[in-house]
Nanobody
Framework: VQLQASGGGLVQAGGSLRLSCATS????????VGWFRQAPGKEREFVAA?????????YYADSVKGRFTISRDNDKNTSYLQMNNLKPEDTAVYYC????????????????WGQGTQVTVSS
């Protein structure tokens, strides 16, 4: 499964961006797609995830709850991360990843990764 993240950019604090994660897979049925971010000098951290299995389950890190919304488009096999009310501390490279395994917030639990897209929030 190949993933490609896009949609990053430079935005002022309080602004919004929408990231997209497109896949080469014929279907994402059974997968969980997660978004992670990594700021300079910091470890990669979980942001949000959406399940393509069972119901429409979504998961969020506490730091983004109420500001970020993850969604999926079944027809396009694409995940989106709508980021509102962005803060300078949201600045990082954002990655999307996929796993056929169980839901986890740990990067090592994801088997497939996209190349990352830079998000910079100015104060």
């Amino acid at each position: 499964v190949q993933l490609q993240a896009s949609g990053g950019g430079l935005v002022q604090a309080g602004g919004s961006l929408r990231l997209s994660c497109a896949t080469s897979a014929r279907t994402l049925s059974g997968y969980i797609v997660g978004w992670f971010r990594q700021a300079p000098g910091k470890e990669r951290e979980f942001v949000a995830a959406v399940a393509w299995r069972g119901g429409y389950s979504t998961y969020y890190a506490d730091s983004v709850k109420g500001r970020f919304t993850i969604s999926r488009d079944n027809d396009k096999n694409t995940s989106y991360l709508q980021m509102n009310n962005l803060k300078p501390e949201d600045t990082a490279v954002y990655y999307c990843a996929a796993t056929i395994g169980i839901y986890t917030t740990q990067p090592r639990g994801y088997d497939f990764w996209g190349q990352g897209t830079q998000v910079t929030v100015s104060s």
